[in-house]
Nanobody, 124 residues
């Protein structure tokens, strides 16, 4: 069983930056595809970004492409999401997810483990 714990959320002004972190334990981190999803109030959960097991392959939602960077440190069992040029529309709870299948996916149902989420609020 894999446990995922997100951190780094908070309140930031539009145009600002945040770096989210996700610490994993209880599994073989380096074998999982990792991803970030987000869910705004009253909306569906949306894919943000995913990263392959080695860290060389990444995949972004169009809404964050060019503003966000996903990375991982397999030695530290951690995945990160650097978010720049934040907009009020980025306000959401951000979730870290792990997938045992080594193929990058933007579909939440294909992920096996989820964290509890960290809140990001971007003020205008």
């Amino acid at each position: 069983q894999v446990q995922l714990v997100e951190s780094g959320g908070g309140l930031v002004q539009a145009g600002g930056s945040l770096r989210l972190s996700c610490a994993a334990s209880g599994g073989t981190f380096r074998t999982y595809v990792m991803a970030w999803f987000r869910q705004a109030p009253g909306k569906e959960r949306d894919f943000v970004a995913a990263i392959g097991t080695s860290g060389f392959t990444t995949y972004y939602a169009d809404s964050v492409k060019g503003r966000c960077t996903i990375s991982r440190d397999n030695a530290k069992n951690a995945v990160y999401l650097q978010m720049n040029s934040l907009k009020p529309a980025d306000t959401a709870v951000y979730y870290c997810a792990a997938e045992k299948n080594p193929l990058l996916s933007s579909v939440g149902a294909e992920y096996d483990y989820w964290g509890q989420g960290t809140q990001v609020f971007v003020s205008s």
